[in-house]
């Protein structure tokens, strides 16, 4: 069975499932067969990776497609980038699409200023990334950036609820709002759980993949009273929660609920976001940041 997300990822731009100011501006340039360097960054699962497809696709432009949090250093740049963007194109204009670019070191970041200058007559670039502050600013202003609003839930639940009757799924609409509810706004979270929870042609909901999404806003209680931190780890792990890149942006804004040392509080969040680009074991990290906040 194939993946719904891919089954589902959208052609063109009326099947995009998004900001209609950004649909707008993107068709402009598929009408003109023009295209500028794009930066487009928003939160996961708003559909950042599909449009950057979408683009080359409509296009038929000779691409290249680089996961950046699997390939962020410079020989990616000097042993992949360079080679395709300095070869002869059968389609005219060439398309380099780096995924998760805030996930490409800053040395890595900065040669690529160069690259995009380089080959500006032949190449284009679209990055996508999760957080617009981890890409430089002399990237940024390279670039048109846009911000990639995630779709309402009314728009998500029309979407899923196309899809479900496509695939011939019996289901309720209060299942269907349950799980759109809980992973909101990562449609591709959504998709994923919908596809997971089907048995027999049957859309059957399971505890795990619904798991408490307030876990955040109980950390912060839990910081607040100062609980120890085995309760904490506990409330992570009730959770089913894998990645933790919302819950540094709840502890910036709520600091001053759970501390009087802010300065100090924002410091050890911000050290702590930035290690956690790197770490293999995402809970540890977010672990040893709250073991660490509990004690200012």
Do not use: W
């Not at 997300?5 to 950004?22: A, H, I, Q, S």
């Not at 950042?48 to 410079?74: C, F, P």
């Not at 299942?175 to 979270?189: F, V, W």
């Amino acid at each position: 069975m194939d993946l719904f997300v891919e089954k589902y990822r959208p052609n063109n731009l009326e099947d995009f499932v998004g900001d209609n100011t950004v649909r707008a501006k993107i068709q402009e340039y598929l009408d003109t067969g023009t295209l500028q360097n794009l930066l487009l960054f928003g939160p996961a699962g708003t559909g950042k990776t599909s449009l950057a497809k979408l683009i080359v696709d409509q296009l038929n432009a000779d691409h290249l497609y680089i996961n950046a949090s699997d390939e962020r250093g410079i020989d990616t740049i000097r042993d992949k980038i360079v080679p395709f963007a300095s070869s002869i194109g059968f389609n005219g204009l060439k398309i380099v699409i780096l995924d998760e670019a805030d996930y490409l070191t800053p040395q890595a970041q900065a040669t690529l200023r160069n690259t995009i200058e380089t080959f500006s007559g032949s190449c284009r670039f679209i990055f996508t990334c999760n957080y617009l502050d981890r890409i430089i600013s002399p990237l940024q202003s390279r670039c048109m950036a846009f911000g990639i609003t995630p779709p309402s839930k009314k728009e998500v639940g029309q979407h899923v609820l196309k899809i479900c009757e496509s695939e011939g799924i019996n289901f309720t609409k209060e299942d269907l709002g349950q799980i759109i509810i809980t992973h909101y706004p990562d449609l591709r979270k959504i998709l994923n759980t919908i596809q997971g929870s089907i048995k027999k042609g049957e859309l059957v909901l399971d505890s795990k993949s619904l798991k408490n999404t307030e876990f955040e806003n109980k950390i912060i209680q839990c910081l607040k009273n100062k609980t120890n931190l085995r309760d904490i780890r506990q409330i992570i792990a009730d959770s089913g929660a894998t990645q933790f890149e919302s819950l540094f942006r709840t502890l910036y804004d709520n600091v001053e609920e759970y501390t009087t040392n802010i300065g100090d509080a924002i410091i050890t969040i911000a050290q702590y976001q930035y290690e956690y680009t790197f770490v293999v074991d995402k809970e540890i990290c977010i672990a040893a940041m709250l073991n660490k906040l509990l004690k200012l």
